[in-house]
């Protein structure tokens, strides 16, 4: 069974995107060069509050406490 994205979890300034289910499981990531894949999701997506710890330590490498990190909703 297919789940859809809900959020997208932006690191720094890494080209690199997470993407999560409604339950803050890790979907997968996408990683590229240009960033046309993440603006064209960014386009129909509104900021939220940073993700909760579970959807953190999914992550690896982890995430430094010093890295910037933004999270977006998608619709």
Not at 13 to 37: C, K, Y
């Amino acid at each position: 069974m297919n789940t859809p994205a809900k959020f997208l979890l932006l690191l720094d300034d890494a080209p690199r995107a997470l993407l999560f289910d409604s339950r803050s499981h890790l979907l997968g990531e996408v990683i590229e060069e240009d960033g046309f894949i993440v603006d064209s999701l960014l386009r129909s997506a509104t900021p939220c509050p940073t993700p909760i710890d579970g959807m953190l330590q999914a992550i690896v490498p982890p995430p430094s406490p010093q890295q910037a990190m933004r999270c977006y909703e998608l619709r």
